[in-house]
């Protein structure tokens, strides 16, 4: 069974795509984060016809003694916000910045990523593909990547602020594949960072493999995504070098090869 915080960290990772959601929403989109097991879906005892899942869903609100709070985990839940037929509802939203600076994202930014949820959907949802011997990323140094970088993010946000620690999370090991990357972090400003890692035992230059969709989650990213392409690495003191590089520096200085896709710096 799922606890409350398991699902506190689900609504971080629904927000940081969908921008806001209120609490209906919140319960329809859920199994994108979450796949409920046999207890999550026993009925509760205390609220007639609602599963146990859908109850500690509903928990987070009504534990919540303001209208407003910002969580650790970094999302913020406004209550009692008027709804269109004219009934108070619970809202929950994306945030930006740190401690007494965090706030929810402008009405501006949650149009956008609603737009870039749609359009998400409307490509299909995000598989990475098994590439085998050619894609590092499934295999055991792939993993140890994505721990050495995990990490890495974890510590720096512990350096910036304790609470910024919730805010990092290991997508592609907690919550699978779906969401077209592996890792979602906070820069120093409190900003959303997508993460998606490439590992080599090799050099820089290292051609790289990358899927349709992956690719397609740098175009509709450019802002918040980064790739982290780890080189020189050794899977067994997990340790290497890490270039980071932003969505917007990967669509503009490297060739897409067709092969699906070879990736080539210019």
């Given at each position: 069974m799922h606890s409350e915080n398991d699902i506190r960290k689900a609504v971080r990772i629904l927000v940081e795509k969908y921008g806001e959601l209120t609490t209906s929403e919140l319960k329809e989109k859920?199994?994108?984060?979450?796949?409920?097991?046999?207890d999550d879906l026993k009925k509760s005892s205390?609220?007639?016809?609602?599963?146990?899942?859908?109850?500690?869903?509903?928990?987070?609100?009504?534990h919540q003694v303001q209208d407003k709070k910002i969580y650790d985990e970094g999302f913020c839940l406004t209550k009692n916000v008027p709804g269109i037929d004219g009934k108070?509802?619970?809202?929950?939203?994306?945030?930006?910045?740190?401690?007494?600076n965090a706030k929810e994202i402008t009405e501006a930014e949650k149009r956008e990523r609603k737009r870039n949820a749609a359009n998400e959907e409307l490509q299909g949802p995000f598989r990475k593909v098994d590439w085998n011997?050619?894609?590092?990323?499934?295999?055991?140094?792939?993993?140890?990547?994505?721990?050495?970088?995990?990490?890495?993010e974890r510590q720096a946000a512990?350096?910036?602020?304790?609470?910024?620690?919730?805010?990092?999370?290991?997508?592609?090991?907690?919550?699978?594949?779906?969401?077209?990357?592996?890792?979602?972090?906070?820069?120093?400003?409190?900003?959303t960072v997508r993460i998606e890692v490439k590992t080599t035992q090799g050099n820089v230059n290292t051609p790289?493999?990358?899927s349709r969709n992956e690719l397609n989650f740098f175009r509709?990213?450019?802002?918040?995504?980064?790739?982290?392409?780890?080189?020189?690495?050794?899977?067994?003191?997990k340790r290497g070098k890490i270039q980071k590089i932003p969505a917007q520096e990967l669509l503009?200085?490297?060739?897409?090869?067709e092969v699906s896709y070879m990736v080539t710096k210019k």
């Open positions: 859920m199994p994108e984060v979450i796949e409920y097991d046999a205390t609220r007639k016809g609602e599963t146990m899942i859908l109850q500690k869903i509903r928990n987070i609100t009504s108070s509802q619970a809202v929950f939203s994306a945030i930006t910045g740190i401690g007494d011997a050619v894609n590092e990323r499934r295999t055991e140094i792939g993993a140890k990547g994505e721990e050495f970088v995990y990490e890495q512990i350096a910036i602020s304790p609470e910024l620690a919730e805010r990092v999370i290991h997508l592609s090991v907690e919550q699978g594949d779906g969401f077209g990357f592996d890792i979602l972090s906070v820069d120093k400003n409190g900003e790289f493999y990358m509709t990213h450019k802002k918040s995504a980064f790739l982290y392409r780890v080189y020189d690495f050794d899977p067994e003191k503009k200085n490297y060739n897409f090869e």
